[in-house]
């Protein structure tokens, strides 16, 4: 019998719960606050943008959340996602390391970002709202949620920020394939989009200004909500079925993972993985290292300060406390567009400052070198922001090598590239520069901080003012 390279859950495998790590850390995370009071949040300011059940979710300390029946039978088309051991790349390096990873290309939209958009369109649709408008980075997220609109008959409009408008017009027509609308941001149909666009007509744009324009949208309009793709507590804990699933495979491969991988724009896709494995260790299982993976043009968790700051670049969102590199960076336009967002998710945030995760960050041309090794031995082509996952799995697996140790490694492959192949060209033809961010920049948004005290050590609640 060969040795197996996959590992596949049979559908009556499908988790019936989500995980909510805050159950297990050591320490609740800080409270979210008020823009204006500075006093933590109630579900009364977060209802014009959110249904009742995902405000609920956002803030509840339950370990388990159960999944809805009409999302689990939507999640079966394509989950359990499989687990594959990486054997022809363990071979390619000559390591002993075991290399694992967990793909979640295998989604109608292509990533992990469905298994949050079906949640959020789901409990939308509970409470009757029709319309919901959101962002998108390199356009991951919102084909992803345009899916789930079209699955729940619901209207999508999509910001899309102006730099993979232009370099991804596929993605774009996906999205427009599924009946959403899709605009490049800084938009004129919003305040904020066009108050950039009065300083600078050409503007390649940000998450956090799409933010804007969406929370803008939302707010303004009362059959209308807002979805983000990332960050939040609830989008983290709908990613949580892939960490599950990933536990129960690496029991049928009769393995366990020494360090666990994910790339990290606002965090899901690592948290999504990783934070069902670092619940078990809370809980008296076997230690395990996690390591979020960034873009060095980018880079929120090893260069940013932890503090409260907002989420978008118009300053419509409460505060919350998070690894930022200050709301009104704008990152150099790389090609992993879904990693330019200058916060990190605060949950995040919070579990790095309680020192339970490490964070490391690689430029774009060291990444997409390792996209290419990893698809010249395994045959997928990696999603840009993948790569970042894959160059840190494989730059352990060779210290394996080098140490002659066996580790097992696992790794969330977030996503394919099959839109992303300009950018693949433009590697092999050699015109992928590492674009540095610019250090003025970065030290004028850190000191335009809100003046709010810093969430305290590990995280027990600061005392806003
Ligand atoms: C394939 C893929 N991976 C990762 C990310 C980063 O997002 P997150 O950190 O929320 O997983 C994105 C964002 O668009 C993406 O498309």
């Known amino acids: 019998m060969p040795e197996p390279l996959k590992y596949v859950l049979d559908e009556s495998r499908l988790p019936t719960r989500w995980y909510n790590v805050v159950a297990d850390l050591p320490a609740p995370p800080p409270p979210v ?39 689990r039978d939507i999640y079966r088309q394509w989950r359990p996602s499989p687990l594959y051991r990486a054997r022809a790349l363990e071979r390619a390096l000559q390591t002993p390391a075991r290399l694992y990873y967990k793909y979640e290309g295998v989604s109608p939209a292509g990533s992990h970002k469905p298994n949050t958009a079906v949640a959020q369109a789901f409990y939308n649709r509970e409470a009757g709202i029709r319309r919901i408008a959101t962002e998108t980075g390199a356009g991951q997220w919102g084909s992803s949620l345009a899916y789930a609109g079209a699955r729940f008959g619901i209207e999508v409009q999509v910001f899309m920020v102006r730099v993979s408008y232009d370099q991804k017009p596929y993605r774009r027509a996906l999205m427009e394939t599924y009946g959403a609308r899709c605009v490049p941001s800084p938009s004129p149909e919003t305040a904020a989009g066009r108050a950039i666009l009065a300083r600078d007509a050409r503007h390649p744009g940000s998450l956090g200004i799409a933010i804007s324009e969406a929370v803008e949208v939302a707010a303004g309009r009362d059959d209308t909500k807002y979805a ?24 049928l491969a009769d393995d366990w993972p020494d360090v666990v991988i994910g790339c990290t724009g606002g965090g899901s896709n690592f948290a999504g993985i990783a934070f069902p494995f670092l619940g078990a260790q809370l809980r008296g299982g076997r230690r395990v290292r996690l390591l979020a993976v960034e873009p ?43 990693l330019r967002y200058h916060g990190m998710a605060p949950l995040v945030s919070h579990v790095k400052a309680l020192g339970l995760l490490d964070a490391v960050a690689y430029p774009q041309t060291a990444c997409f070198a390792a996209g290419l090794e990893f698809a010249r031995a395994e045959g997928i082509v990696p999603a840009p922001e ?51 961010y610019d250090e003025a920049e970065l030290a004028m948004a850190l000191a335009g901080l809100p003046s709010v005290p810093p969430p305290a050590p590990h995280g027990r609640t600061g005392s806003p003012t």
């Open 386 to 436: 993948a790569n970042h996952a894959v160059r840190a799995a494989i730059d352990e697996a060779i210290r394996c090598r080098e140490d002659g140790v066996s580790r097992a490694i696992l790794f969330n492959l977030s996503g394919h590239g099959h839109f992303d192949m300009q950018a693949y060209a433009d590697h092999l033809a050699g015109r992928l520069v590492d674009v540095p």
């Open 228 to 251: 983000l793709g990332s960050v939040l507590n609830h989008v983290l804990l709908h990613q949580t079925v892939v960490g599950l699933e990933a536990m129960a495979q690496m029991e």
């Open 33 to 71: 606050l008020h823009p204006a009071t500075h006093r933590p949040v109630g579900p009364d300011d977060l209802a014009p943008l959110f249904p009742p059940a995902l405000i609920a979710q956002e803030v509840t300390a339950e370990r388990e959340v159960e999944i809805p029946e009409p999302v």
């Open 296 to 338: 060095s043009a980018c880079p929120s968790l090893t260069r940013g300060r932890y503090a409260y700051d907002f989420g978008d670049t118009a300053h419509l969102t409460p505060l919350t406390a998070m690894h930022t590199l200050g709301s009104t960076f704008t990152p150099p336009g790389f090609h992993a567009g879904g």
